[in-house]
């Protein structure tokens, strides 16, 4: 059996639509983990991989992701993601035809799965992808233009840490903490610039040098070495990087009580999230606390006021709170309630969508 056979024979998702781009070399997989809340939304990512397997393996964990960030937000999508598995580096009229095949392809499936941009993927390839489809995603009504989800997706970060402080230290106050801000990027430097101006000290690692100076000089934060993030003493990390930083190396070396940042897939393995609880690291879940882009998104696409969707993005700080209280009052890892929640949604949105039995 082939790694690919093996991938979807395990896999508990909806469906894969698999794509060759012949002019390219791109496997394309559209993998649709759960519709029962609704048609598919999630990005698509464009990256080179090992293997076109790992490249679909990427898509049905992203597209699970999905599911799990749209029910505990209580949005009516279901989970999907797109990957692009390139096989070398395109040229630009390579890469606009592969975006503009990709969107006829989107066109195709008549709307139960919808895109947006993620990593490796522009405003631009997105703006093709818009020519060829109405089921692509997070553009501004008003002037067609690419919305950048990171602002939002930082003040879902922000408030948050806010709503952890107050569990860990009995007040959400940013001011006087110290957070360390692990990526400098598009949620990264609007979160250390609002926990600057809330009063917190913030210490900022980014491997990038020139964006960690930037952040010093223009920011007033602390640089830390991308290497010693971890044993660096502060109230709160904040990942905003990368994924799997929380793992059996880090944990034993983290010297802080709260974990609550921006990148998706934290944690290396689930039991990841046992080290730390046992550790008395409060975990905030990622897919609630970066959850912002997702909530801002659709949102705006529908026309709605900014003001409308800050509120909105701002409510991940009470179901955050119900999730930290569920998981006080059994003594567990917040995942665990976390994933309760989203078991529920689903649970209760499923005989009303799908009268068939199994
Ligand atoms: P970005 O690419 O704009 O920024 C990432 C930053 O991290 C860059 O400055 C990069 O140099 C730095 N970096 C990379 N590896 C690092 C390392 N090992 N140590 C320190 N710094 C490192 O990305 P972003 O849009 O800010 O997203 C950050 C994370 O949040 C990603 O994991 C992304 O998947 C996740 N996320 C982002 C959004 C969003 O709205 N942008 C939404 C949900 C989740």
Known sequence: MSDMERLLQQWDGHAVV????????????IAIHDMTLGPALGGCRLRMYDSPADGLHDAMRLAEGMTHKWAVIGFPYGGGKTVMAVGKLLDAEEREGLFRRYGRLLQSLGGCYAAGEDLGTTPADMAVVAEETEFAHGLDRATGDPVDPG???????????RTALQRAYGSPRPTGRTVLVQGMGDVGWPLAKRLKEEGAAVLAADTDAARL?????????VPVEADHVYATPCDVYAPCAVGATLNERTVPLLQCRVVAGSANNQLEAPEVAE???????????????????????????RGAREGEVRIRVEGIGETLAAIFAEAAERGESPVHAARRRVERVLEAARPARDPVPA
């Open 213 to 221: 100076r930037r952040a010093v000089a223009e920011l007033g934060c």
């Open 151 to 161: 602002p939002y997706t930082a003040l879902g970060v922000f408030t948050a840490i």
């Open 275 to 301: 080290a730390l609880h046992a550790r008395g690291i409060l975990y905030a879940p990622d897919y609630v606390v970066n959850a912002g882009g997702a909530i801002a998104l659709p949102m705006l696409h």
């Open 18 to 29: 698999t794509h060759f781009d012949r002019p390219t070399g791109t496997w394309v997989f």
